[in-house]
């Protein structure tokens, strides 16, 4: 399978736990995004990397948030002091990185985060 | 618990019918379009995508509109079926360096065999 690959699929967690997340992109995608989903809802944008750079976060990335993609290839999200509130999909995406600014992301098919 | 999330715009369709989900942008400077769709428990799928210079792309059984002047999209799914029942999100590129996407809150097509 060459497609954005996010690892677990499924994690239930108490509140005040710590959970980490992994996604492997497309194997030659520059560009790595992170994005959250709740239900009913759109994607809403997290945080983006560029190879190993991450050049964007969002104000939805509170400070309980961490993204890494140490050798610009997998990535992590981390949430430490998990809250009720950060029960949902946490979507992993890539792109190409081409020079265009315009490109398709692929989407994996998330994790899907339930705190209890 | 939260409801609010979970009233999606509903479109209900038979079977071989043709289909047309709308979405209004919100960003007159957003250059790119893409359409996804989303099954359950599934991550987004790329469907198709327009840039800002057309305002008509065709792929299969599929079509985008773009209307700039009222910053509306639409997907067109020709003679419907029911595997394309999921729910459909338009989004746009706000356009800068990040290429990050924003998205619409989506519409769920039911097609009825």
């Known amino acids: 399978d060459t497609g954005v690959s996010q690892d677990p699929r499924h994690k239930i967690t108490k509140r005040g736990q710590n959970v980490t997340f992994r996604c492997d992109p497309i194997s030659e995608h520059n560009r790595l995004y992170w994005y959250r989903q709740t239900l009913g809802q759109g994607p809403e944008f997290l945080t983006y990397?560029?190879?190993?750079?991450?050049?964007?976060k969002s104000r939805l990335l509170s400070d309980r948030f961490s993204a890494e993609r140490p050798k610009g290839s997998f990535s992590t999200l981390e949430i430490q002091r998990t809250e009720q509130g950060d029960s949902a999909m946490y979507l992993c995406?890539?792109?190409?990185?081409?020079?265009?600014?315009?490109?398709?992301?692929?989407f994996g098919s998330g994790t899907q985060l339930s705190v209890l | 618990g939260e409801s609010v999330g979970l009233h999606l715009p509903t479109l209900s369709v038979q079977e071989g019918d043709n289909s047309i989900i709308n979405c209004a942008y919100s960003?007159?400077?957003?250059?790119?379009f893409i359409w996804y769709k989303q099954e359950s428990g599934k991550g987004p799928q790329f469907i198709i995508d327009?840039?800002?210079?057309?305002d008509k792309r065709q792929g299969q059984r599929v079509t985008v509109l773009l209307n700039k002047t009222v910053k509306h999209l639409s997907l067109q799914i020709a003679a419907t079926q029911p595997g394309d029942s999921a729910v459909y999100f338009c989004a746009e590129n706000y356009g800068g360096a990040t290429n990050k996407l924003i998205f619409g809150t989506g519409t769920l097509l039911a097609v009825q065999p």
């Open positions: 995406a890539s792109s190409l990185g081409a020079a265009s600014p315009n490109e398709k992301l692929f």
């Open positions: 327009i840039r800002s210079n057309m």
């Open positions: 960003n007159s400077a957003s250059d790119y």
């Open positions: 990397f560029q190879n190993e750079a991450q050049l964007e």
